[in-house]
């Protein structure tokens, strides 16, 4: 895109890295000026100064009606005549400049309609009513929502406010946010008339959530030079640094990357595949980053090489060739068109190593995943134009919305105040990767990289997953601190009570504002709750143990004292074997116990057994459940009502937000266990019961 001001900031220097961008010549915004001052057109013929914006937006929608933007021109020229910027040229140059950003982007007519008209409602004596009756109600609406970012100052107790109520505009409709981007570009281009220290903060506010929300947006255009004229003004002498090593490298004789280039040419020539090389030079933030990274560079790092195609088959065949006659650098290699990142980015990444070892870096990708990679949302048209196939409801439908911005919109309903809005905001935007993760009726959720199985809840269930209880992550058993991949699955186990809540451990383990605000919510509602569950005191809760008898079992030895092992507390039809102890008791086993291993191996005799008949039986039971309220009496009673015993309970301190239960039982009969074990299981939180299974360290 091209650069419509010199940024005072800057003396002698254009807008950074836009003088080595091969586009159309630089627009003399000076000039523009002058002729917006001429007065509105004749009726055959656009002035000098909206003509600009028609060529760069013919360029990309050739059919388009140009009629709003003569009469959205000729209103916003009438409006502002008069009023002034504060770096002395007539205020109509904002309009057009942010416009003509817009089109050479790609934006279709009805937001460069607007864009025309963003200051008149805030400014001048137009009012929305006038633009409704002028240019219809999506006009009004996108100015609207223009108008409400600009009515609060950017003062530094303004900025949460400001924001949120950006985001809530954005969220109604992208092309909000799409000009409001256009307009900070444009008034960071001309920054240099204010003071250092307003320059310094509104750079700030800049980098910490406008370029971040670009990114978001998909519109590297804008977010790559937003990002360099933060940098000339936040860090002037690293910029003048790295200014001098992009001129240095412009002065070279033969460029190594030019060299790559030809020769890439040349082998999908001979593949017949029709593909353009070109050269993309890296903006300035790029080159600075690339030095930290490596330090002393070479030819090939002040830019990448960009293969652009026709069809999607098309990069994979090309990848193929460069992988095949050139040497791959296998580490580098990213394909963002199978899995396209949250702001719509598509194209393939690799890397190939040059004879002399340096290493350039290709961009592989079709001309309309190169449109959307520069313009991002900017370049899909009118989201809202009705389809065949649209709903007739009255609803607004956003194809475009990203599913972070969703999020958003989520979270910041539920903020309690701007200053946590403000600070959740920046702590979702400093996410620069977000993931995808598998839900098992096949549906998905975006989250931010680090996310944890709590976020998945929260994301998935809203303030529902305050009931949630742990998870299944790839089909194993997870706690909800699991940190979740690229490519999970994810299934969310929910319990039924729905007075549970959260433990204050979970907010060391959520990563997105919208747990991090629901959890907070919750905790602040329910001070006095116990956040650990009542099924995991702190210390362990211990009734009586009580040695198992030996009821039913019949060993081969007159007159000895037996009894059942409380390792392993065998019960019918366990497969038995014993062993004779001190005192002449004989100890029952299960034979899968480790204990007759240990004993066999030391020699020790075993004993026969076998089950006798009688009415009563001991075991013990372990119960592995997630930590909620209630959940020790929910167990007891299922006990109960299976006419079961409890002889003693042990209950574990919790190991995160895990508990384990141990049950010793006194059953009426063998048969009872399986049904009492199914039983266990079904209570909410508990996701496995299993006979106990102790390390036998000593004789039993």
């Known amino acids: 895109m091209s650069a419509e001001a010199t940024n005072p900031a800057m003396p002698g220097s254009t807008t950074p890295g836009v003088h080595r961008r091969r586009t159309r010549p630089r627009i003399d915004l000076r000039r523009l000026g002058r002729a917006a001052l001429l007065g509105p057109a004749t009726r055959d013929r656009l002035p000098d100064a909206i003509g600009h914006v028609v060529e760069a937006h013919r360029a990309h929608h050739p059919e388009a009606d140009l009629d709003p933007l003569h009469r959205a021109y000729v209103l916003a020229e009438s409006s502002h005549r008069g009023q002034m910027r504060k770096s002395g040229e007539p205020y109509i140059t904002h309009p057009l400049a942010v416009t003509l950003i817009l089109a050479e982007l790609g934006a279709e007519t009805t937001t460069l309609t607007a864009s025309l008209l963003h200051d008149t409602v805030e400014d001048t004596e137009v009012t929305l009513d006038q633009v409704r009756d002028q240019f219809g109600d999506e006009v009004c609406f996108l100015v609207d929502g223009v108008t409400k970012l600009e009515k609060v100052d950017y003062g530094a107790a303004a900025e949460p406010e400001t924001f949120r109520k950006m985001l809530v505009a954005t969220g109604n409709d992208v092309r909000v946010m799409?000009?409001?981007?256009?307009?900070?570009?444009?008034?960071?281009?001309?920054?240099?008339?204010?003071?250092?220290?307003?320059?310094?903060?509104?750079?700030?506010?800049?980098?910490?959530?406008?370029?971040?929300?670009?990114?978001?947006?998909?519109?590297?255009?804008?977010?790559?030079?937003?990002?360099?004229?933060?940098?000339?003004?936040?860090?002037?002498?690293?910029?003048?640094?790295?200014?001098?090593?992009?001129?240095?490298?412009?002065?070279?004789?033969?460029?190594?990357?030019?060299?790559?280039?030809?020769?890439?040419?040349?082998?999908?020539?001979?593949?017949?595949?029709?593909?353009?090389?070109?050269?993309?030079?890296?903006?300035?933030?790029?080159?600075?980053?690339?030095?930290?990274?490596?330090?002393?560079?070479?030819?090939?790092?002040?830019?990448?090489?960009?293969?652009?195609?026709?069809?999607?088959?098309?990069?994979?065949?090309?990848?193929?060739?460069?992988?095949?006659?050139?040497?791959?650098?296998?580490?580098?290699?990213?394909?963002?068109?199978?899995?396209?990142?949250?702001?719509?980015?598509?194209?393939?990444?690799?890397?190939?190593?040059?004879?002399?070892?340096?290493?350039?870096?290709?961009?592989?990708?079709?001309?309309?995943?190169?449109?959307?990679?520069?313009?991002?949302?900017?370049?899909?048209?009118?989201?809202?134009?009705?389809?065949?196939?649209?709903?007739?409801?009255?609803?607004?439908?956003?194809?475009?919305?990203?599913?972070?911005?969703?999020?958003?919109?989520?979270?910041?309903?539920?903020?309690?105040?701007?200053?946590?809005?403000?600070?959740?905001?920046?702590?979702?935007?400093?996410?620069?990767?977000?993931?995808?993760?598998?839900?098992?009726?096949?549906?998905?959720?975006?989250?931010?990289?680090?996310?944890?199985?709590?976020?998945?809840?929260?994301?998935?269930?809203?303030?529902?997953?305050?009931?949630?209880?742990?998870?299944?992550?790839?089909?194993?058993?997870?706690?909800?601190?699991?940190?979740?991949?690229?490519?999970?699955?994810?299934?969310?186990?929910?319990?039924?009570?729905?007075?549970?809540?959260?433990?204050?451990?979970?907010?060391?383990?959520?990563?997105?504002?919208?747990?991090?605000?629901?959890?907070?919510?919750?905790?602040?509602?329910?001070?006095?709750d116990p956040q650990t569950p009542e099924t995991a005191p702190r210390a362990p809760v211990t009734a009586p143990a009580v040695r198992p008898a030996a009821a039913g079992a019949v060993v081969d030895r007159a007159g000895a004292s037996v009894r059942l092992a409380g390792c392993c507390t065998p019960v019918p039809p366990d497969d038995v074997t014993a062993f004779a102890v001190r005192g002449g008791v004989v100890t029952v086993h299960r034979v899968a116990c480790s204990a007759v291993a240990r004993m066999k191996s030391a020699g020790r005799a075993e004993v026969g057994v076998r089950w006798g008949d009688t009415s009563e039986y001991r075991v013990t039971l372990v119960a592995e459940s997630f930590g909620r309220p209630h959940l020790l009496a929910d167990l007891t009673e299922a006990i109960a009502q299976e006419g079961v015993a409890i002889v003693s309970a042990t209950v574990e301190p919790p190991t995160q937000q895990q508990v384990r239960h141990t049950y010793t039982l006194q059953l009426p009969d063998a048969a009872s266990l399986p049904g009492l074990m199914r039983a266990m299981r079904n209570v909410a939180g508990v996701y496995d019961v299993n006979r106990a299974q102790y390390s036998a360290t000593a004789a039993p």
């Open 178 to 528: 799409s000009i409001k981007l256009a307009d900070r570009l444009h008034n960071m281009r001309t920054l240099g008339v204010m003071r250092p220290e307003k320059q310094e903060r509104i750079a700030k506010v800049t980098r910490d959530v406008l370029i971040p929300l670009a990114e978001r947006l998909g519109v590297q255009a804008l977010k790559t030079e937003l990002e360099d004229l933060v940098f000339a003004i936040l860090h002037r002498e690293e910029y003048a640094r790295v200014s001098r090593l992009i001129m240095d490298d412009a002065a070279r004789a033969k460029s190594p990357l030019a060299d790559t280039a030809e020769a890439m040419r040349a082998v999908l020539r001979d593949a017949d595949i029709a593909a353009e090389v070109l050269i993309r030079p890296r903006h300035f933030v790029s080159v600075h980053r690339v030095c930290r990274k490596r330090g002393e560079l070479r030819g090939v790092d002040f830019g990448r090489l960009l293969v652009l195609v026709q069809e999607d088959a098309d990069c994979y065949a090309v990848l193929g060739e460069l992988h095949t006659c050139f040497t791959p650098v296998v580490s580098e290699f990213k394909d963002f068109i199978a899995v396209p990142k949250f702001n719509l980015y598509q194209s393939l990444h690799t890397a190939v190593a040059r004879t002399d070892g340096s290493v350039v870096e290709v961009l592989i990708r079709t001309h309309q995943m190169h449109k959307v990679a520069e313009a991002g949302v900017v370049a899909l048209g009118n989201p809202y134009a009705p389809g065949a196939d649209d709903p007739l409801d009255g609803e607004r439908a956003d194809p475009t919305r990203p599913g972070w911005l969703s999020r958003l919109l989520d979270w910041q309903r539920a903020a309690p105040d701007s200053d946590t809005f403000w600070s959740t905001l920046r702590e979702d935007l400093a996410q620069d990767r977000e993931v995808t993760v598998y839900r098992l009726d096949g549906g998905t959720l975006g989250l931010p990289a680090g996310a944890s199985c709590v976020d998945a809840a929260y994301a998935q269930y809203g303030e529902d997953a305050h009931a949630c209880m742990g998870a299944r992550v790839n089909g194993r058993l997870a706690t909800l601190s699991t940190v979740l991949h690229d490519g999970d699955t994810v299934q969310l186990l929910m319990g039924q009570d729905t007075a549970s809540g959260p433990s204050k451990e979970w907010l060391d383990h959520a990563r997105t504002p919208a747990a991090r605000i629901a959890i907070g919510r919750w905790l602040a509602a329910h001070p006095e």
